[in-house]
Antibody
Framework: EVQLVESGGGLVKPGGSLRLSCAAS????????MNWVRQAPGKGLEWVSV????????YYTDSVKGRFTISRDNARTSLYLQMNSLRAEDTAVYYC????????????WGQGTLVTVSS | SYELTQPLSVSVALGQTARITCGGN??????VHWYQQKPGQAPVLVIC???IRPSGIPEHFSGSNSGNTATLTISRAQADDEADYYC????????FGGGTKLTVL
């Protein structure tokens, strides 16, 4: 069974940093592209970032470029999101999501971790 | 940027058919995927590539896509289908529709 378990969320002040983790199990992690998708309170889904299976390509949504860094450790079957210079508008539940193999949709999601940016 | 337009809400009587639309410029030329999200839970993929049901998704979910509109159809709607539904496409990046709240009356 595919499992994605996020951690690392919490309350942080504007301008602060946070590192999210996503522990993957139940599938061959190194074969799949992985994403972060977020959802602000009461709002819709917003794609944040993708990293390819071997980390050879990485993309971000414009609003986080230069502030967020996605990475992965295939040996540890883990995905990460380093978030710096956090803003109030980054407040959201952050989901780790697996790309369907060879396609660009999300066939498995974690339960999410809440990031709150507030003074 | 690629804009996807969904109605904010759709209501359906128990046992009837609900249709949730997702509008986009020439969306019929793209693959559209649909997610169901219940309160406090993560999204779940219910339709991929316009009309394919992933394993474990009930048969009363179906999808279609043509022209400028993709449609998620929920036949014989059940109380358990009450949720938010999001469409998603890839067009050089990933885009989601704003979401539709389905109410089963």
């Amino acid at each position: 069974e595919v499992q994605l378990v996020e951690s690392g969320g919490g309350l942080v002040k504007p301008g602060g940093s946070l590192r999210l983790s996503c522990a993957a199990s139940g599938f061959t992690f190194s074969r799949y592209n992985m994403n972060w998708v977020r959802q602000a309170p009461g709002k819709g889904l917003e794609w944040v970032s993708v990293i390819s299976s071997s980390s050879d390509y990485i993309y971000y949504t414009d609003s986080v470029k230069g502030r967020f860094t996605i990475s992965r450790d295939n040996a540890r079957t883990s995905l990460y999101l380093q978030m710096n210079s956090l803003r109030a508008e980054d407040t959201a539940v952050y989901y780790c999501a697996r790309d369907a193999y060879g396609d660009k949709y999300f066939d498995s999601w974690g339960q999410g971790t809440l990031v709150t940016v507030s003074s | 940027s690629y804009e996807l337009t969904q109605p904010l809400s759709v209501s359906v009587a128990l046992g009837q058919t609900a249709r949730i639309t997702c509008g986009g410029n020439n969306i019929g030329s793209k693959n559209v995927h649909w997610y169901q999200q219940k309160p406090g839970q993560a999204p779940v993929l219910v339709i991929c590539r316009d009309s394919i049901r992933p394993s474990g998704i009930p048969e009363h979910f179906s999808g279609s896509n043509s022209g400028n509109t993709a449609t998620l159809t929920i036949s014989r709607a059940q109380a358990d289908d009450e949720a938010d539904y999001y469409c998603q496409v890839w067009d050089s990046s990933t885009f989601f529709g704003g979401g539709t709240k389905l109410t089963v009356l």
